[in-house]
């Protein structure tokens, strides 16, 4: 990241200025689009130079749709499609006789493509304005002009206690303030060996260490609620459903590290996030449990929500901290880590809204309680999980580590719905590896399913149904990576568009040259966007080849 | 200082150093085309790839510091295969062979690599001549940061930008309107810098003539 | 071939690019240790004026009113015999030279000793008189040596950097840019300047004084170090001289008195003196916004004692760095092109050193102080002064009171011009020579950080142009002096010959990094001055107790505002070089800058033509409203000589050096209908 931007946007930051994006979008929720008189005046108030100003209006996909009065986005993710291809998106094309991205002459309607709602469990999915509506008829709705909002199922734990999916009771808070401190609180989560749930796996307490440890006149948590991953609406449920959750995990964390500002970065294309988790903060603040001297304790920490505009890279943790000061969601090569310089330059801990989550318990009930969350696995806590519509059951599952992922497809989500067969099942998201039906019995732990080539991933468990083609699921996979490539290093962004150019077509796909073009992507790119696009793949190579049109 | 072993040699070096001064100071060659000593390392290309003990995969010389007992090895067949390959699939977005002269055509001759196992789609031809000066040809910008890095942290003007996303990365000077409407104050870092001729001195471009300023 | 540029005072170092006898490019040598890679559009872009058609390529004879081609040899024998008949006639003191500061070291050495050994008299100036020559003198009472007291690296070292009168992203754009790096990795920049400077929005405090009252506001910045607490005792007491007179003054520049003449808020001069003088390194960097006024070597040399007082010189980061304006500004007075010391600034008076000069050159040297530019044209304009030899200097274009100007010229009986292109000057001349441009001569520059820097050609002068340095030496051997040099190195080696303070500087050592003086016989160069002791007799620092005095010039009823000149960054003073790029593609002319509450009152619209009278002169420039500049002062440049800026300057100037007085100039704006009224043609008053 430009030291020099970050530096100008921490300047103008001391004297309350919106940062670039802020305004941004605010001009396409007024106007419908972005003009260059929009650019100047976003410069002007945030301090950000003109140029960068209109990189950052030419990044993000809120941005760059023009909008008319009515605004239609259909949603173009991995569940939607695994449910009716792209059948659903040329229906509402047909329907409105607009392609994505285009504006109707009289401005009254506009089509523009999402990925992805959070409405995995109910796909096909459209949204029309705030409105997300999705299932039988969604789409018949969205061109006539009548769409509703989709109702969400119920989540649920498989735990004799929840943990996660129980709404927040700042119980870990008042016991870390009233009993440990933050240095005690700090060794029970690393002792608790909370692992990353956003995907990387990586110790929360490690990284907390580092940033407790930094040098620094500021320290921030970042709460990273960019679940951008088709098939995952994990997120969106702790947000929307128990956002004093992860408040407390945030608050935790901020008392940990010796942070006084902690921020939410949401998803524009979930648009209840950000209302929900700030009223719930309003209410926190109004409890004393947030604010300055919370619960008494002389230690300050607020929080800030601050939301994305669509990009599904600003889920990688340096994008993120980038898009939250409002410059283009682009990936930074580490070192320096966030816990070393983030936002404004400053000490700053990334952690998965998820991730977050899971700390009010282990404060409340101590590092050993949380380490036996799941017994049959080495792995500490509980994992949220989520099923995509071909399920019978779809909805969010708290899950103990070490089922196998067959339990759970069948057991827990009922297997796929109207008597469909599973042919195969994507796990963590986009970019993470496939199991055929034949190794469902492989057991969903970070281990033994990277053993697969697969992973946790964030937890998304999206089957495909003997229905879908699997060079169909490679093309689409390919185009959505893409389409989200920031555009930094090379081989992503040529790579991407290099290897769905293969699959576009008809044509047989040189086996030996598209292996090349994955070890190109694995090895070279910048960050896990081109790095794990080959692992589902790869899997797809493996178990589906003849499918896949090789040569 | 440190210590660390490039090829087998011995070298030391200051704190904070990377992989990439480490090499240099050995006298290795390592092929860079994102990387230009007057700018922070930024660590776009991937092509500076080497092979360090211990680690499962090649890193980006740039853009890792060295540690103490570091064993770096220059010529990894794993790095040089993969920054081959990178290589590669950069000139395949290009709709002509870089000119001889420039820095990407020196580093492509130099890892051997004279075609594209990829070929593609290649930028459409986008040429900006407004200014007295500087010409930009946005076809044969592939988008490695240095101009943006050099007006951002050698010259301070802050006129040029990254735009789009994905394989419709490029640049833009201002609000795409041309150098002249930017804060751009003619310095030249931009053309300096570029490894592609993508930003150039104008009179350089084949079509200028002998004419001399009137 | 790399070379160094020869526009401002940065002193980038530059690789050229020849192809076919021409310029292909230029660009940044990566090693220069001034620029460290990079350079400017000056620097970089604008050398075509090197092809310019107009570029003179035959000498010339002015008959019959005209000037027409001639000879080498005809126009030699007319410049001797015109020459000898004035000496003959009226004593050679009749007779004035003025070297270029844009010319080499072995250019204006050569051109001094011609002058003194050829001619015989001491009037030879350089055009630093009208820049910054106060800073000179200055630095020498207070510190002893007239130079940069540390180098531009001082500025990545500085916790603050205050900033008097220049404004470096256009003047100096490289050092511009390292200030403004700096600034914003942590440097906290104190701006200083009537006019809201680029690098005021990147500084943490902005002061705007009323033009010329800057020796108010430094005397208020010394107070409150005072008064608060921050004088380094130890340094003053162990370095210094003369402290208690200062305090004493210091006395009356409490910050609300300060007010009263600057219009600076008490409040902010105090947070300016805290956060210099609480900083661990501080550097003081000015220019012309300093020097060219009626006080401009006092404010100087108070500079010099708020630095003195902090004990901020002598260290790293702590610098003062005078940002000279041309490329050899530093090194054209160092050469002694100037009419009362020789070089290395050692007076004409003093008998040991012409006796060395007299050794070397064989010829007896007149003891007496010469002429300064502004006495030149008084004695021109007298009949005392009859000849002068100019070469690489616009005088009728750059200096104040063009009118003035216009008439000494043409009241001498001869004037020869040396220049690679006619100018506002050579109107006047009887002959004109034609000379070459910095890409086409070898010898030295030498930057604001007294690096001594080697300058290669990377052509040949045009047609039968030749070089400055050759022209020079062959004019003094026409005359009976023979220089007895073959290259300009061999200029070079006489002068580290006869000056101790240049001792080793050698073609050779020179290298690709230059050296800053003093250059030790052994060859080692000297980045920071005065770490230990000062260069005056007794080592110590001179404290100078000099009050507050107003500019020359006032606004009152008849004449309100006030008007600031200066340059941008596109174009170089008179323009001479830069008009002929493609420069003037992206400035094209000088405008006015004025506040939009002045304009609104004025009636006066962006971009409409206004006429700016002052006490001496009236000329028409383009308006332009922006609110960098405060209400109350107007700003223009003078780069374009159809706009004859300098029309409007009097003769207010420097009243230790003459150092005109650009910066202060009262004046009436208003606007004007579409037919210009009136436009008197120059040189037409008695």
């Known amino acids: 990241m430009s030291q020099n931007l970050v530096e100008l946007i921490r300047r103008h930051h001391q004297v309350q200025a919106p940062t670039a994006l802020e305004v941004l979008k605010d001009a396409v929720e007024d106007h419908g689009e972005v003009t260059d008189s929009d650019r100047e005046r976003a410069a002007e108030l945030s301090g950000l130079p003109e140029a960068a100003v209109y990189g950052v209006s030419t990044f993000y996909d809120d941005l760059l749709a023009p909008r008319g009065a009515r605004h239609v986005r259909v949603c173009t993710g991995t569940a939607c499609f695994a449910a009716s291809g792209d059948a659903h998106v040329d229906a509402v094309r047909a329907g409105l006789g607009l392609e994505l991205g285009e504006r109707s002459e009289d401005g009254s309607v506009s089509l523009a493509e999402t990925v992805c709602l959070g409405f995995c469990h109910s796909s096909p999915a459209v949204r029309v304005g705030d409105a997300v509506d999705a299932g039988s008829g969604a789409i018949e709705r969205a061109i006539a002009g009548e769409s509703r909002a989709a109702p969400e199922p119920e989540w649920r734990s498989l735990l004799s206690e929840p943990v996660l999916t129980r709404p927040g009771d700042w119980s870990g808070l008042r016991r870390a303030m009233a009993e440990l401190g933050p240095e005690a609180l700090l060794a029970e989560v690393e002792a608790g060996e909370v692992r990353g749930r956003g995907g990387a796996g990586f110790p929360a307490g490690t990284k907390w260490r580092f940033a407790r440890e930094a040098a620094g006149a500021e320290k921030f948590i970042v709460a990273n609620g960019d679940e951008g991953d088709p098939g995952s609406y994990i997120d969106k449920y702790l947000m929307e459903r128990a956002p004093e959750l992860v408040l407390e995990g945030l608050a935790l964390a901020g008392y940990a590290v010796g942070a006084n500002h902690g921020f939410v970065l949401t998803r524009s294309e979930y648009p209840r996030s950000k209302p929900l988790l700030e009223a719930a903060i309003a209410r926190a603040r109004a409890a004393g449990l947030l604010g300055e001297d919370v619960l008494g304790s002389g230690f300050d920490f607020d929080v800030t929500v601050v939301e994305g505009a669509g990009s599904y890279v600003v889920g990688e943790e340096t994008a993120l901290l980038a898009c939250l000061q409002g410059l283009r969601g682009t990936v930074s090569a580490r070192p320096p880590f966030p816990a070393e310089r983030g936002v404004h330059g400053q000490p700053t801990v990334v952690n998965n809204i998820e991730t977050l989550a899971n700390i009010p318990f282990l404060a409340a009930r101590g590092a050993a309680a949380y380490r036996d969350l799941s017994p049959g696995s080495e792995t500490a806590g509980s994992k949220l999980v989520c099923f995509n519509e071909r399920f019978a059951r779809p909805t969010v599952v708290e899950v103990p580590f070490g089922m196998t992922v067959r339990e759970l497809c069948e057991q827990v989500a009922g297997g796929l719905r109207d008597g469909a067969a599973i042919k195969a099942v994507q796990i963590g998201g986009p970019l993470g590896g496939i199991l055929p039906a034949s190794r469902l019995d492989t057991r969903f732990d970070f281990d033994a399913l990277a053993a697969e080539g697969c992973m946790v991933g964030h937890g998304s468990i999206l089957a495909f149904d003997t229905a879908t083609n699997m060079r169909d699921v490679a093309r689409h996979l390919l185009r959505f990576g893409a389409d989200e490539s920031c555009g930094k290093c090379f081989p992503c962004r040529i790579g991407l568009r290099r290897a769905h150019e293969e699959f576009a077509g008809s044509e047989p796909v040189d086996r030996e040259r598209f292996e090349a073009l994955l070890e190109a992507l694995e090895l070279g790119s910048l960050c896990a966007h081109g790095g794990g696009m080959p692992a589902p793949l790869r899997s797809l190579l493996t178990h589906f080849p003849e499918e896949l049109g090789l040569r | ?214 | 071939m790399t070379t160094t540029c020869g526009y401002c005072g940065v002193g980038c170092r530059l690789e050229t690019h020849v192809r076919g006898g021409r310029i292909a490019s230029i660009t940044p040598a990566l090693d220069g240790p001034a620029n460290l890679g990079h350079t400017c559009l000056k620097g970089r872009f604008a050398h075509g004026f090197t092809r310019s058609p107009d570029r003179l390529t035959t000498p010339l004879i002015r008959e019959q009113g005209e000037l027409r081609p001639a000879s080498w040899g005809e126009a030699l024998a007319r410049v001797v015999a015109e020459l000898e008949r004035v000496k003959r006639d009226h004593g050679a003191d009749a007779v004035a030279g003025l070297a270029s500061s844009r010319a080499t070291n072995e250019d204006c050495y050569a051109m001094q000793r011609l002058i003194r050994a050829a001619v015989g008299t001491n009037n030879i100036d350089n055009c630093s008189r009208v820049c910054h020559s106060p800073t000179s003198f200055a630095m020498r009472k207070s510190f002893g040596l007239s130079g940069a007291t540390g180098s531009f690296s001082d500025i990545d070292h500085a916790e603050v950097a205050l900033l008097l009168g220049v404004n470096p992203t256009q003047g100096h754009p490289v050092v511009g840019a390292r200030i403004k790096q700096a600034a914003l990795r942590g440097c906290k920049l104190i701006t200083i300047d009537p006019r809201r400077i680029e690098l005021a929005d990147y500084g943490a405090i902005h002061l705007a004084p009323r033009p010329g009252t800057n020796a108010a506001v430094v005397l208020g910045l010394c107070h409150v170090v005072r008064r608060d607490g921050f004088v380094d005792e130890g340094f003053v007491a162990a370095r210094t001289e003369g402290y208690d007179v200062l305090a004493e003054l210091l006395e009356s520049y409490d910050p609300a008195a300060v007010e009263e003449i600057t219009g600076i808020p008490a409040a902010e001069l105090e947070a300016a003196a805290h956060l210099y003088a609480e900083a661990g390194s501080a550097s003081l960097l000015w220019g012309l916004g300093v020097t060219e006024h009626k006080y401009g070597s006092e404010v100087v040399q108070l500079l010099c004692n708020l630095a003195m007082m902090t004990g901020k010189v002598g260290k790293p980061g702590s610098a003062l760095l005078p940002l000279r304006g041309q490329n050899n500004v530093q090194g054209s007075s160092d050469m002694g092109a100037l009419p009362d010391t020789y070089t290395a600034y050692r007076s004409v008076e003093d008998e040991q050193v012409a006796l060395s000069f007299e050794a070397e050159w064989g010829v007896p040297l007149s003891r007496h102080k010469g002429m300064k530019i502004p006495e030149m044209f008084d004695a021109a304009i007298a009949g005392e002064l009859k000849a002068m030899y100019i070469f690489g200097e616009d005088v009728a274009q750059t200096d104040p009171d063009i009118a003035h100007v216009a008439a000494a010229l043409e009241g001498l009986e001869f004037l020869v011009c040396q220049e690679i292109f006619l100018n506002e000057t050579t109107n006047y001349a009887d002959v004109v020579l034609p000379a070459s441009a910095f890409l086409e001569k070898e010898g030295t520059f030498t930057n604001a950080e007294r690096r001594f820097q080697v300058v290669e050609p990377a052509l040949d002068p045009p047609g039968e142009a030749k070089t400055d340095f050759e022209i020079i030496t062959t004019v003094s051997r026409a005359l009976g002096h023979e220089m007895g040099w073959e290259t300009p190195w061999d200029a070079l080696d006489e002068i580290a010959r006869l000056t101790p303070e240049y001792a080793g500087v050698s073609h050779e050592r020179l290298g690709r990094g230059g050296l800053q003086w003093p250059v030790r016989a052994d060859g080692s160069d000297s980045p920071t001055l005065y770490d230990t002791t000062f260069d005056r007799p007794g080592g110590r620092g001179h404290f100078a107790p000099l009050p507050y005095k107003p500019p020359g010039d006032a606004a009152d009823e008849e004449f309100p505002l006030v008007l600031v000149t200066g340059r941008v960054l596109q174009h170089y003073n008179a323009g001479t070089m830069t008009r002929r790029t493609a420069n003037a593609d992206l400035v094209d002319r000088d405008l006015l800058e004025i506040h939009p509450v002045d304009a609104a009152r004025l009636w006066i619209a962006d971009g409409d033509r206004v006429s700016v009278r002052s006490r001496v002169g009236r000329t028409e420039i383009e308006a332009r409203i922006t609110e960098r500049i405060e209400p109350g002062h107007v700003f223009t440049s003078f780069h374009f000589p159809e706009t004859r800026t300098n029309l409007l300057i009097g003769q207010s100037a420097d009243v230790n050096t003459s150092c005109p007085e650009y910066k202060v100039v009262a004046v009436d704006v208003r606007p004007i209908a579409e037919q210009p009224a009136f436009s008197p043609a120059l040189g037409t008053t008695t």
């Open chain 2, 1 to 214: 200082m440190s210590t660390v072993t490039v090829d087998g040699v011995e070298v030391e070096v200051a704190p904070g150093a990377t992989v990439l001064e480490a090499a240099r100071a050995a006298g290795r060659w390592v092929p860079t085309v994102c990387f230009d000593e007057r700018q922070a390392p930024f660590g776009a290309c991937r092509v500076c790839l080497v092979g360090i003990e211990g680690s499962p995969k090649p890193l980006p010389a740039c853009t890792t510091p060295c540690r103490e007992g570091m064993t770096i090895a220059t010529e990894d067949a794993t790095a040089r295969r993969v920054a081959g390959a990178v290589v590669e699939l950069v000139l395949s977005e290009l709709p002509e062979a870089p000119a001889p002269h420039t820095e990407l055509a020196q580093v492509a001759a130099r890892l051997g690599v004279e075609e594209t196992r990829w070929p593609g789609t290649v930028h459409q031809t986008d040429e900006d001549f407004r200014h007295p000066y500087l010409a930009l040809r946005h076809e044969l910008c592939i988008s490695c940061g240095r101009c943006v890095r050099a007006c951002d942290e050698v010259q301070g003007a802050f006129a040029l930008t990254a735009t789009g996303r994905g394989f419709e990365a490029n640049i833009t000077a201002g609000l795409d309107a041309g150098f002249e409407d930017s804060t751009c104050v003619s310095c030249g870092a931009c053309a300096d810098t570029c490894p592609t001729d993508a930003i150039t001195e104008i009179r350089l471009l084949p079509q200028s003539t002998e004419e001399g300023w009137k």
